[in-house]
């Protein structure tokens, strides 16, 4: 039950950012180059869902899993924590 509850806040909150995303990344856009822009995103945003998997892959095959798993998971939080207060105060 805990994982399907964490899956549900998990899945609305990725949509909610997702979305915003898209509406603060299309409102200063050229019409003519709105769809290379969102392109673009489209290609960094599915980057980002990407990359820790294989991360952790190689992570795993050098150390212990339980402590693969906690370095990526620091990594995450770092990133994360990082990019909300290098952004602008609105």
């Known amino acids: 039950m805990t994982f399907v509850v964490g ?8 949509g909610l950012a997702f979305r915003r995303g898209i509406a603060v990344t299309q ?3 050229d019409p003519r180059r709105r769809a290379d822009l ?14 820790p998997t ?4 190689l992570l795993d095959q050098a150390i212990n ?7 990526l ?8 924590l990082g990019a909300a207060l290098r952004r602008p105060a609105t």
């Open 38 to 51: 969102l392109a673009t995103y489209f290609l960094s945003a599915y980057t980002g869902t990407i990359a």
């Open 73 to 80: 998971a620091i990594a995450v939080v770092a990133t994360t």
């Open 27 to 29: 409102r200063p856009a």
């Open 54 to 57: 294989p991360a952790l892959g």
């Open 7 to 14: 899956t549900l806040l998990a899945g609305t909150g990725i």
């Open 65 to 71: 899993q339980n402590v693969a798993t906690l370095i």
